[in-house]
Each structure stands twice: as C-alpha cells, then as structure tokens.
C-alpha cells in the first residue's frame, strides 16, 4: 500500500518500483520517421546498443536492429503517423533492488506523435540564448549518453523561460561550452567551423554526426571538433545547433552580439539531399 498525493490507500502502480522512474535507470532515442522509414536507423541503433553495454543492461538475443526497426515502425503505422513522425523508445532496466539491481534484464516503451513535415525546413526565425551556470555538465562519458536523468537540462530550461530566452548555453566543469538544451552547438569563425568534441561532455548526436560529414564536403571550409569557451562565441560569425528532430536551428543572438544564418541555411538543403536518396 503507498500514498499518492494524499491517498494513503492507493494501490501501487507501475511506477512503483520502476527503475527508470525511481533512480534514472534507462536510456532512450528520439527518432524521427519519413514516410515508413527511420532516418539514420544504424547510427540510432548502435548508439542504443553502445548505450545498453556502458550501463551494464543485459541486452536481449532477439534485439536485433531488425527487431528495432520492425517495433518503431509498426508502432506508427498502427497510429496512422507513417509519413512523419517522432517516436522516443525508452529502455529501462527491470524492476527489483534498490541502487543495486537484482536483475540487468530491460524492458522498453515506445510513444509516437505525429510530425507535421516530412523534411527538414528552414525557418528563419528569432533564437536568443545565454548562458546557463547553475549547474555545470561533468567530461565524462556517462553524459555523452541520452539517460532518463535530465535535471540538468529541465532546471535550465525553466531559466530559459523566466529570462525570455529561446534556448541555453550549457557548460562543463571546465567552463567551456558544451552543447544546448536540445542539441549539439556549432560555431562557424571565419572559414572554420568548429563543435566540442565527445570528450567535453556533449551528447554522442546522431545528426551531429551526419553535419560533420556534410559539412566537411564544403569547399574551402575546415571542419574540426575543438574546445569552445564563452569569449569564442562573442568572435562567431554564426551559431547553430542540431537535433534529429528539428534538423538545424540557428541561433540569432547571444548578450549583444547577433549571428548571421547562411551556412546553417545551405547544410539543411544538404541534409535533406542526403535523406532523400
């Protein structure tokens, strides 16, 4: 017997003893769907697998990337979103323990909703950011993962609502920039476009993946992964970032200095070259 918001003879529910819900203990992807199929299926798949493997999740024999796909897609296709959607799988381990588990065994929820564009769009729109230095990301490789434990990016992002900004800036231990509340950041100076390497604590991103490979077919344009700290971005010709999701979405404004949009304008045109192929 347990009491939920007062009822002190309330039944328990699935939540009780879920570990995803009760300590943080899972992982999931954000995927998006065009048209009955899964953008970057492989690079979703294995960055779950890799996932499972870092925290010691017991990974079934039958969770083949086939299986994957096969649960994502007929998950939409049974709520009518085939022609675009994004869908989040959560894998969580099974309940039993308390920090220490009795079983490494997982279990997994997929949601769908539906998308309203199949490809990636340009929107020219207003994006403010600022900093957020409440609380700082760790260079380790447990926040490169995509885990249930989002304090971090929840807390900033009730400061980005109270403060009228459009995103937040993240940092590590080290100060230096790490990613924003949805994405991977880039930063283009001059002919160099730079974004923080996985050993700053940034998200392992499937489409930052996928710029970096786009980006570097550019001509006259060099590409590489480096430290970004706060003054760099006051030198930046353009800022942007990426999720699966959205695709790329500039960032107009940080303090006073305002960015232009033109490369992130020609690699959402490349992107959705690349997906349509």
Not at 76 to 83: D, M, T
Not at 150 to 176: G, P
Request: charged share 20%.
């Amino acid at each position: 017997m347990i009491n939920s918001n007062g009822n002190s003879s309330a039944q328990e529910n699935s939540l009780t003893h879920n570990r995803g819900f009760l300590y943080g203990d899972a992982v999931f992807e954000t995927l998006k769907i065009v048209k009955g199929k899964i953008l970057f299926l492989e690079d979703h798949y294995f960055r779950l697998m890799a996932s499972m493997r870092i925290l010691r999740m017991e990974i079934p024999m039958d969770f083949t990337m086939e299986f994957f796909e096969d649960q994502v897609l007929t998950t939409v296709a049974n709520n009518g979103f085939s022609e675009s959607a994004r869908v989040r799988i959560t894998v969580y381990r099974n309940d039993g323990g308390f920090y220490l588990p009795t079983t490494n065994t997982i279990s997994f929820l997929i949601h769908a909703t539906p998308l309203d564009n199949q490809a990636y769009k340009w929107v020219s729109q207003s994006c403010e950011v600022d900093l957020y230095k409440d609380f700082y990301i760790t260079k380790q490789l447990l926040s490169t993962l995509k885990t249930t434990n989002k304090v971090l990016h929840v807390t900033a992002s009730i400061y980005a609502d109270e403060n009228d900004l459009d995103n937040c800036i993240l940092l590590n231990e080290s100060k230096n920039v790490v990613e924003v509340l949805q994405g991977n950041i880039f930063m283009l100076q001059g002919n160099t476009l730079t974004t923080p390497p996985i050993s700053e604590g940034c998200c392992n991103g499937i489409l930052r993946k996928q710029l970096l490979v786009l980006a570097k077919k550019i001509e006259g344009l060099e590409v590489i992964e480096g430290v970004i700290s706060p003054f760099d971005l006051q030198k930046a010709d353009e800022l942007f970032y990426t999720n699966v999701i959205k695709g790329i979405q500039s960032i107009t404004k940080y303090r006073k200095k305002e960015f232009g949009t033109a490369l992130a304008s020609e690699l959402v045109q490349k992107l959705n070259e690349l997906i349509a192929n």
